[in-house]
């Protein structure tokens, strides 16, 4: 589940643009945050974004794979899908996928309870 720093670091570069991004190391891997909501990953020189749903669906058929981490001899699926080779070269896209993926998270996020809330929404 380890990256490299300079995947890492490239990733940070091409998130820019999105308002208060961050990348924090966790579980050997690192989350991508934005307001405290995690809506993308990194782990393996890999970067997923966060698609549920529909969304999730047509990634998966353009032959995204999800990301399934070993949990105690268990893969188990969760909600975020690789993001395609071109959106690692092309920071537009990337911060566009970011975007949808951000709203899929908060979308996630609003339909859990008050006091199930990891995140304060930005004002």
Sequence with gaps: MRSSKEFVAHVKDLLEEVPRVRVRAMFGGHGVFRDGLMFALVSDDQLYFRADGARGEALRLKGSA???PDM???KMSMPYYRAPDVALDDPDLACSLAKESFADALSTDQTKPKSKRKHKPAL
Excluded: A, N, T, V
């Design 72 to 74: 105690r001899g268990r």
């Design 66 to 68: 999800q990301f399934q």
